[in-house]
């Protein structure tokens, strides 16, 4: 698997529920060094990434931004959200997690961390914030119909809020346009 390809070390960790010291044991090195690659600051080479796929495997494991992607393209096959075209990218999470985030994200350079996780859970109930945090389970929860149609009419009752203002902004530019 190429090291693009692979999760970030914390949820890699987190999966196979390891500590930074089995990781840093193994490849003889530092807890420390293996905390500085889960922050960014360092990076493991492509062998050390292939030879701890070697020894936990990659079994069950699915990357933070596939998860991303994943979601999306569910939340729009669902209608819960609109999408120009298949949300091939995840640009469809802009209005609930920050640019930087989700391209961090993208670049495996975070993972889905809790933080995250509670933001698109607060957005989106029924998904498994496990699932988001881990790739384990089912990517929703068991929710009644009636939960997922009480979720879908908040969401549009906020999108309606929206189109009101930017009608009211528009309306207001168009008569100082139409002053000039």
């Known amino acids: 698997m190429p090291a693009q390809e692979l999760l970030t070390l914390w949820d890699f960790r987190r999966a196979k529920n390891l500590k930074q010291s089995d990781i840093a044991d193994f490849l003889g090195t530092t807890p420390s060094y293996v905390s500085l690659v889960e922050n960014g600051s360092s990076k493991f080479s492509d062998e050390n990434i292939d030879r701890i796929l070697l ?33 091939n990218e995840t ?10 985030v989700v391209n961090n ?7 889905i961390t ?13 998904v498994n914030k496990d699932w988001l945090l881990t790739g384990n389970g089912d990517m929703f929860k ?6 997922r149609m009480a979720n879908l009419e908040e969401r549009l ?13 528009l309306s207001s530019a168009q008569n100082v346009h139409s002053k000039k």
């Open 157 to 169: 009752d906020r999108i309606e809020a929206k189109v009101d203002e930017i009608l009211k902004l």
């Open 142 to 147: 068991d929710v009644t119909v009636e939960e």
């Open 114 to 126: 809790q933080d995250i996780a509670d933001k698109l859970v607060t957005h989106f109930p029924f």
């Open 91 to 100: 640009y469809i999470f802009y209005d609930y997690l920050p640019f930087d």
């Open 105 to 111: 994200i993208k670049h495996a350079r975070i993972g």
């Open 55 to 87: 020894h936990w495997g990659p079994e069950g494991l699915v990357p933070a931004y596939a998860r991303l992607l994943a979601l999306a393209n569910r939340l729009v096959l669902d209608g819960y959200l609109a999408a120009n075209n298949f949300a």
